[in-house]
């Protein structure tokens, strides 16, 4: 059973940057796609950006494209966002989840999340 826990969340002031980590554990995050996501109060979970498990495609919500990058460490079994020039419409918990085959953005597809990690974005 693939276990995820995400880390780095933050308070951050605006123009900041943050790392977000997601830690596979019980099997190899390489056979999963990944996708971040993203919940503010009151709203919808959303797709922020996604990664695929085969070819490493890498997908981008436009809100993020430019400032967000996704990666892995295949080695540390761990999926990363590195956020740059944060906004404070970027605060919400975020979320990694994982899914077989291609990435989404639709987090019903997903089979497995994490607790979320909190990104505080304000002066």
């Known amino acids: 059973q693939l276990q995820l826990v995400e880390s780095g969340?933050?308070?951050v002031q605006p123009g900041g940057s943050l790392r977000l980590s997601c830690a596979g554990s019980g099997?190899?995050?390489d056979y999963y796609a990944i996708g971040w996501f993203r919940q503010a109060p009151g709203k919808e979970r959303e797709g922020v950006s996604c990664i695929g498990g085969s070819d490493g495609s890498t997908?981008?919500?436009d809100s993020v494209k430019g400032r967000f990058t996704i990666s892995r460490?295949?080695?540390?079994n761990t999926v990363y966002l590195q956020m740059?020039?944060?906004?404070?419409?970027?605060?919400?918990?975020y979320f990694c989840g994982a899914k077989y085959f291609r990435p989404s953005y639709d987090p019903g597809e997903y089979d497995y999340w994490g607790q979320g990690t909190q990104v505080t974005v304000s002066s």
């Open 9 to 11: 969340g933050g308070l």
């Open 59 to 61: 997908f981008y919500a």
């Open 73 to 76: 460490e295949n080695g540390k």
């Open 84 to 93: 740059n020039s944060l906004k404070p419409e970027d605060t919400g918990v």
């Open 27 to 29: 099997n190899s995050l």
